[in-house]
């Protein structure tokens, strides 16, 4: 007889979001007439930008006739599209990467959870906690875990790295070296930054250790001040212990038209094996890239047009942040995040649980928020805001939640 992947088994209930959107929908169907403000997942609300529209009518245009028809992608991805990456995103800022080191996918969601088949199954994993639940998840369902432990609310064998107000929400190093270490900044869902020199430090650590950074940048597009670094390759020595994930969902709106993208720098070793030529196996065995329609709106992202139209989008989401921190922060909430990031990240009031919270915004205010304890132990007594919605809505749903 068949059997199952037992690993699974060890996972709590569903994934995150699913559990509140079952809470959302049971609450709406109950009470049709509510006018739910959704802060919660972080998904955009704002169109795709002209730059990126055009980009896609040309290239759906060209799917119409046999001389510019495209099959298969390549491997890893279209060349204008990695070329235009890789003078963007790294060497314009300094960072010594080409673009094939670059592989195109179809989101970091999608390659923060596969990154990790290219790793033996006895690696120790270091995460922050709180953190994005997919890091610890995927790792879960490999077998690179015990069992859930109801008393810490943590997976034994995994090493969490405590996030605390008390350090502004960035990991120290742990007590016990892991293998694999997942960083991101700034961070889903504390909303904190790491500096350059902070992020050096990580690079030493691992280098130090042997061990391997898998740095999620997937907003670095956020960032407002100057220290904040937007690539790990920006530190000394990252060529040769860090895998960086991007993502266009939040630069450019693409959740619904999925497109990102990892690099995997050739220095970065097992011994004499390159972990560029793994993922590059994994990659072109079970994965056959983003659509040519994608990756020609991506290359329109880094157009002279599509950055400008970019930065004013992302500038809006950012006023909803500045909106969300200091509405609260009057009302007497302790608040942060939402100066590098477009989540707020607040503690919840009368030492309330952070479902509790849920359940008192989405009742008396009808604003839907993120439990922080879904994000791991130290998320309890927290609750996550987005700054995704509407002008709008943002405003309303921060006069609801402090008139409570």
Not at 22 to 49: F, H, M, W
Not at 92 to 110: L, N
Not at 278 to 285: C, D, E, F, P, S
Request: glycine share 8%.
């Amino acid at each position: 007889m068949f059997t199952i992947n037992e690993n699974y088994l060890k996972l709590p209930g569903s994934y995150l979001f699913s559990n509140i959107a079952k809470k959302v929908n049971a609450y709406q169907s109950e009470n049709p007439e509510a006018q739910i403000l959704r802060l919660g997942i972080g998904d955009v609300t704002q169109p795709l930008a002209p730059a990126i529209i055009e980009a896609l009518h040309k290239a759906v245009d060209e799917m119409a006739n046999a001389e510019t028809f495209h099959g298969y992608a390549p491997d890893l991805g279209y060349e204008f599209l990695r070329n235009a990456i890789a003078k963007n995103d790294y060497k314009d800022r300094g960072c010594d990467i080409s673009a094939d080191e670059i592989f195109v996918s179809d989101g970091a969601k999608c390659d923060s959870g596969n990154i990790q088949e290219i790793f033996g199954l006895d690696n120790k994993i270091a995460v922050c906690d709180p953190v994005y639940p997919v890091y610890v998840d995927t790792n879960v369902m490999a077998g690179r875990s015990g069992e859930y432990n109801p008393n810490t609310q943590n997976f034994d064998g995994m090493i969490y790295m405590p996030c605390l107000e008390a350090n502004d929400f960035v990991p120290e190093f742990p007590k016990e070296n892991p293998d694999i270490i997942y960083l991101c900044f700034p961070n889903n869902p504390t909303g904190a930054t790491i500096t350059k020199a902070q992020l050096q430090e990580w690079v030493d650590y691992a280098k130090r250790i042997g061990a391997v950074i898998i740095y999620d940048a997937a907003y670095e597009a956020y960032i407002t001040e100057e220290e904040i670094p937007h690539s790990i390759y920006e530190c000394e020595g990252a060529r040769e212990c860090a895998i960086e994930l991007h993502s266009f969902s939040k630069n450019a709106g693409f959740t619904g038209v999925r497109l990102g993208y990892t690099v995997v720098p050739k220095d970065l070793k097992c011994g004499d094996v390159q972990l560029h030529s793994l993922w590059a196996r994994r990659h072109g065995t079970k994965y056959n890239g983003a659509p040519y329609i994608v990756q020609r709106a991506g290359e329109a992202v880094y157009s002279d047009a599509g950055k400008a139209q970019l930065k004013e989008q992302v500038a809006y989401y950012m006023q909803n942040a500045k909106v969300i921190y200091e509405g609260l922060k009057n009302a007497g909430y302790s608040v942060s995040g939402g100066v590098n990031a477009p989540y707020i990240w607040l503690k919840t009031p009368d030492k309330m649980t952070s479902w509790e919270f849920f359940d008192k915004l989405l009742h008396e205010a009808n604003v839907v928020g993120t439990p922080g304890s879904g994000f791991g132990a130290h998320g309890e007594g927290y609750f996550r805001l987005s700054a995704f919605g509407s002008h709008e809505n943002t405003i309303k749903a921060v006069e609801r939640i402090t008139k409570m």
